[in-house]
Structures are given as structure tokens and as C-alpha cells.
């Protein structure tokens, strides 16, 4: 204790400083470098101003500390000429567990945030049904509802990594990747309300419509539609905020973002897709022949280092946690590996938490920077064994004008100043 | 469909118009009332005012609902002479899911919410360690962390009901029962920590200490230290927010809320019980001999159902969602039962979603109020076997002068008015 070397206590799990997951975890984290002092308690250690008069007392309603305020949503895209629309990305550099704040959920809008009153809001079920049904809020809390936890990313996410030739220099977690979040969705099943209905033989598609002024449309798949769709009603406890789509959304669990309808209004059955103007115009993957592929549902298997992370600064050699995301449209995570050479080597990372479907799931694994260059990389595997692809492969499938459904491995270039930087590994 | 009289689309599964929890999950509500229209759509829905122009776009950080913001806290026991003291409950009567929101989650301070700068607080490990440790925040955050979730409930929460010879008629689910709450947890186990100081073979019990200026302390058994105790600094994917610790917290998964030490700044490792003031005047259960038991350490298996309850109104008869919560220190819930009829007959509850450990579980049942009077109770057993005991039961165990460790079954009574009232039953 205290007088190993690096090492003497750690066993090295692949090249440039990977280190058992296992290891911090199960041994003493003695001598390699963890800011402890072996000192005379209670001579150096002052009592803090804040120790010595009583603070403010419980509020109605709490907030962040003031240390912690920095921590904001990026918005980008607004345009006078396209009021309301644009998006807000999650500080995934700062956010820890699996479960993003409601306040730090990410946006995207086409049409703004429409001022919904929940008391005359309803919800439509026709087209190819036994029976047209319109339920109100209040109908709608009378049913049975499930809890789960989910993640909802955005089809564009991480899309600047194979728009942009040259990696962004400047480009953060939250920059770059911070188009995904995770949160306890509770709501009812849609089986249990399209079986009110009457779902006739010949229906095949739902199409989802919300109440925002561009009457954002989907076209869903009924079989997705009655195996884990919802409609949501709220959101880690609280009702869904309306930047989530107060005051009900459709979740189609592991599905793109824009499927999940917010402010929905609308589900109406129908024999073939309904095609909706986004579907054309947006969320399409090209293809090298000039086609595009339509109706990618499921989002990639994919993981992310959120720390260290572009931006961040590594203030000298010595042990760093390593620590990010992983997730995957189709089902759970197996494994996330790590790799800090680029790729030729990968080590096992350590799953922090529970292992759910289709939510995001936090992984570490301690790392001794030596102070020379690394390539930090994760890639995770999901229970059907679905491997998350590198970048040259999906610019080879889909060609160079693809922007959606990117779920390549990211690099993070450690230099030997510490800096951390988005880099093409 | 449509034409089902409720005795032939339910079946019921215990007095007073419990159904069979799998219904609503399994059959169609077809027919028992659930304010659907068979209509011309397109003619009597109009185009509501927030779809025919854009709303306001992204925002850095997000707010809710105007129509949710009535969900707040319930302050109390703030005096001017004991300055910061006092506590805020949630609103569990508005929650759905397991989750709390950080901003809603309860609160119980004993000298007010220290401004804490995370750059200049200390964690201090010392006392019977081989190495005496110091830490700070940068440090910690270097550590593997796991992530969980755990409620946290006061050991006084429900104690109105065994101190008053009454019931509360104004009572709420808020009131009466809102200090528990329930986050994802994330932080250091302390078993790492204390591994990395080299826990001497003397010790037994670890004096954790708070830096407010009440210096809250609480005496913790090294074996629950070294089992799944944490050092928490993130609760909701955000750092640990003031009210509940910030910068870090000890977290002592299902042990009453006071031994999970907020603004923690020591744990001294001690051979005997440290015994902190706070443990000889509070927390203590009173046994009808006069003497007391000291450190009741594990919450009791208990639920609650929070709708429909205390001041709310059932307009009208016909089929309702009684949905509620349960939790036990001890483990995971393995059944709730509900009652109708004051608990002459009972009928297993549906579970909505994941049975974690130490965490709130979320249960509902479908119940078909006739427009008679009703005691509608809860019941949960964890997967110890234990079952949540009745009024009687604790008052006749402890006396008529014990206030802590409330986990009795909770009545509330419906009358022919569709009344929802605190009852003892």
C-alpha cells in the first residue's frame, strides 16, 4: 500500500495504459497517483465558511448549485426564416449514470414548442379500426401504464463525422454526439388502445401525427406499433415536459428520434405507408448508386467516450477513468470495448450499472495516460451480436453524402500537451 | 365491443370491484366507460390555436408545462429560531413511474443547505485506517463509479399517523407520506475508498459527518460500509443538487434517509459506536416499557397507493387506475396486494415495470367504483417474505408514542360523494 508502482498493482489489459476493469473495483487504488495526503488531520484541514452558520432552508421547488450551472444545452440550426425549429443537444461531457434531467433533454423541433393545454388536447384513433376512438387527458390517466427506462436519439446525430471530411477540431461530446438521451418514459401501451379500437385485417401501417404547427407526421410499422410502443405521459416522474411533447408523445423504443411523435394527436391505420414529407426529404440513407435507402427504424448499435472528451484537458500522466455511453435500437448491450492505440488493441470495459433494453448504459474502465499520444476509442456489441461499424465502413456502404443513422466508432485524439480533440481514426 | 356491460368484458378479483390486473393489459376497455366518442372525426375536432402557428424554438435549459407547474414540494417545520431546519415533501400524489425529479425530490435539513464550492471541500477518511486519506472532488471523480437506483425515505415520513389518535382528513399522499423519493444514484463504492485506507482489523462502525453547520452525523456498521454503500456525486445523470448534498453524499442504500450524510466531509473508522447526538434525540423507536430501540437501520417493506388519494374526487362511478408505489430496505418487492373493502379481501396489484432493489416499484390495479363507500389499501411483500404490517400492529408492537419507522398499511376512504379521505382501517 502506498509504495506500489503502476506497475507492481495493476495488470495492463491491452496497449497505452488500458487497465483491468476489474481492478479499481476489486484492489486498492494505493500509490498510482490518487491525490491523497498522509497528513496530521484537523491541523491543515480548516473548518469552510459554510460550516459555520446555518444555510437556506427547503424550497418548494430545488435548483442546481451555482458549480454546477454550466451545464446547458448547445442549441444550434435556428433561423429567423424557419421560426421554432432547430434543436438543443444534451452536455453528455458532464452528465454521469444513465438518466439525462429533463431540463437537459435534447431537442428538435420543425414547428417550436406548441402551447398545449392538456384539458383540450385530444388524441385520435381512426382509419382502418372497428371503431373511431378520441380520448382526452383525463381518459387516458385511467389506463394501465408501463415504466421503462429508454433512450431517444435523433436519426442526425453524430451525422457531422461523415458530412465533414476533416474532423472538427473544435467539436465536444455534446457538440458532436449530444443528440441522444435517456430517460424513465411511463405511458400506456399502444396495443392496449389500438385493441379498443379494432385494428382491421388489412392495416399495416400507423401514422403518427403530432399538433405542432408542421404537423409532424411519421408512417409506423403496426407490428412495432403493438409490441413496445407507448404513448408517453411522462418522463422521469414528471409530466413530459413540452419540449418532449406536452402533454403525450408516441416512444417507439429503439427507433429514430422522429418517429416518436410529440404532441401526438393522431394515429391513423392504413393498408400501405403513408409517406410523410419527411420521410423524403429527411431521414433517408443514401447509397453510392445515387438510391436511398427509406424506413431505417432501429438506431445502430453504437458508444461513445463522453470523459475525457473533445475539449477536456488531461493536466498530467497518471490514472484517468475512462467513461462514456453505450446503446443500441435493437436491444441491450453485451460489451463495450475500449481501445487507447486506435483501434489495434481493445480491452473490456465495466459495465456500471444495469443492463437495459434500449436505454443507455454507462461503461468505464481506468486508464494510465503515459503523457505520449493516444487514439481513445470505444465499440460496443449488443445482445444480437451486432457490432458497432468504423467510420471508413459506413462511408463505404452508403457513400459520401450520407449524413443519417451514423453510429460509427468515435476517436478521441489525446496529443501530448493532453489535449483532447475530435480526430478520423 | 362497445356494447359490453362491465360484468361481462371484467373479471373481478376481489371485493368492492377489483379486476383482474392483466385486463386493461391483456382485453379491450371496449364498453366500461373510458370517454371515447364514435363520431364523424374531422367534424367535430378543430384545429386548436397552438397547431396553427409556430411555438417558441430550443431553449438551453427547459421548464415545464405551465399546466404542471402545481407539482411543487410541500414545506414544513421552518421556524425563525432554528434557522435552515426544517423539510419539503414531494408531491407523490402528481408522480408517476419510480423516478423523482431532482428539483422534486424531499428534502430534511437540520441547519440549512451549505453553498458549498466543490473545489475547496475535503473528504476525510481516517480514525482505525492504516493510512489516513484525504480527497477532493477532482480526485473522486477519477474513481469507478456504479450506477443504481435507490429511494431514499426519512425515517419520521408517515409518522402523523401513529402520533395522532385521529386521522388527518386533509391529509394527501404529499402530507402525509412525501419524504421518500427515488433516483438513479451514481458514485464510488465506499468499500474502494475504505480499501484504499486500510480498514484496521478493530474497526466495526464508520462516524459519517456532514459539513453543514449542524455537523449531521450518523454512526454507519462497517459491513454495510464495505457492502453497497457509496459515495454519491451524481443523482440523475446531474451532480448531486444542494438540497440533496452536493458535492457528494453517503448513500447507504434502503437505510433511513438521515444515515445517507449530506455534504459528507468525514467518515472516521471506530471500534465502538460513535453515537451522534441526533441518534439519542431522534430516530429512535419507543417500546411500550419506556425504553427505546436504537438504530433501525433497514426502511420496512411498505407501499402506498398515491391515485386515487387523500383530497382527490372520483366524479363519477365507473372504472378507475389505482396506482401506487412500494420499496423495501431490505431488497426488491416480490407482490402487492390492493383492497377495496378495507382489507377484508385482496387482489394482486400489476407491477409497471422493473423490479429493481432498494428502489421505488410502481403498481397498479384496475378497480370499478360501484358509487358506494370504499377503503381502498395496499399491501406489498419483499423477497424476504416480509409484509407490510397494519396500524395495529405497530402501535401495539411500540406504544402509542413512537413516530419513526411508520411503514403500516395506508387507508384512504372513499365516500358516496367520490371523496378521497385519510382513514384508519
Known amino acids: 500500500m502506498g ?24 484492489l486498492s487504488l494505493g500509490g498510482v497517483g490518487m491525490a491523497v495526503a498522509n497528513t496530521v488531520l ?3 484541514l480548516q473548518i469552510p465558511s459554510w460550516s459555520r452558520m446555518p444555510g437556506p432552508g427547503p424550497s418548494a421547488y430545488g435548483n442546481r448549485s451555482p458549480y454546477a450551472e454550466n451545464m446547458l444545452r448547445l ?15 444534451s452536455p453528455l461531457q458532464h452528465l454521469h449514470g444513465t438518466i439525462t434531467p429533463n431540463s437537459l433533454h435534447f431537442e428538435r423541433h420543425h414547428a417550436g414548442i406548441p402551447a398545449i393545454n392538456p384539458e383540450q388536447h385530444k388524441l385520435v384513433i381512426n382509419g382502418l379500426v372497428r371503431q373511431p376512438l378520441v380520448f382526452n387527458y383525463e381518459a387516458l390517466l385511467r389506463y394501465p401504464m408501463v415504466s421503462k427506462l429508454y433512450f431517444v436519439e435523433c436519426s442526425g446525430n453524430s451525422g457531422a463525422l461523415l458530412r465533414q471530411a476533416e474532423p472538427d477540431q473544435s467539436g465536444t461530446a455534446q457538440s458532436l454526439h449530444g443528440l441522444v438521451s435517456c430517460a424513465e418514459w411511463t405511458g400506456i401501451p399502444l396495443s392496449t388502445l389500438l385493441d379498443e379500437a379494432g385494428v382491421l385485417s388489412e392495416a399495416n ?44 408523445r408516441l416512444l417507439n423504443p429503439g427507433w429514430e428520434g422522429n418517429t416518436n411523435v410529440k404532441w401526438l394527436t393522431q394515429l391513423k391505420l392504413t393498408a400501405e405507408a403513408p409517406h410523410f414529407r ?49 446503446w ?9 470495448e475500449v481501445s487507447a492505440d486506435g483501434g489495434r488493441s481493445w480491452a473490456e470495459a465495466l459495465i456500471e450499472g444495469q443492463l437495459n433494453e434500449k436505454a443507455l448504459t454507462r461503461f468505464s474502465i481506468p486508464w494510465e495516460w503515459s503523457g505520449g499520444e493516444a487514439v481513445l476509442q470505444s465499440r460496443a456489441t449488443d445482445n444480437q451480436g451486432s457490432v458497432q461499424p468504423t467510420r471508413d465502413t459506413i462511408l463505404a ?11 460509427c466508432i468515435q476517436s478521441w485524439g489525446v496529443n501530448t500537451m493532453g489535449e483532447v480533440r475530435n480526430v478520423y481514426a
Chains 1, 2 share one sequence.
Not at 491491452?14 to 487497465?19: D, E, K, S, V
Not at 444550434?76 to 443537444?89: I, M, V
Not at 443500441?328 to 463495450?336: A, H, K, Q, T
Open 397 to 407: 456502404e452508403r457513400g459520401n453524402i450520407t449524413a443519417y443513422h451514423n453510429h
Open 3 to 26: 509504495k506500489q508502482t503502476p506497475q507492481e498493482s495493476t495488470d495492463k489489459v491491452a496497449a497505452n495504459g488500458l487497465i483491468n476493469r476489474r481492478h479499481l473495483l476489486s
Open 75 to 89: 442549441i444550434y440550426n435556428t433561423d429567423p426564416l424557419y421560426p421554432g425549429g432547430g434543436g438543443s443537444r
Open 205 to 248: 401501417w400507423v401514422a403518427a401525427v403530432g399538433a405542432d404547427a408542421a404537423s409532424m407526421g411519421r408512417s409506423i410499422l403496426l407490428g412495432k406499433a403493438l409490441d413496445d410502443s407507448m404513448v408517453a405521459l411522462f418522463q422521469n416522474g414528471e409530466p413530459v415536459r413540452p419540449g418532449q411533447g406536452y402533454p403525450l
Open 278 to 326: 419527411d420521410e423524403t426529404s429527411k431521414y433517408t440513407d443514401t447509397l453510392p448508386n445515387r438510391f436511398s435507402l427509406k424506413f431505417t427504424f432501429p438506431m445502430g448499435t453504437k458508444s461513445l467516450i463522453t470523459s475525457p472528451s473533445g475539449q477536456m484537458m488531461l493536466e498530467k500522466p497518471g490514472i484517468y477513468r475512462i467513461s462514456g455511453i453505450a
Open 42 to 44: 484537523g491541523q491543515e
Open 328 to 336: 443500441s435500437g435493437s436491444g441491450g448491450i453485451r460489451r463495450v
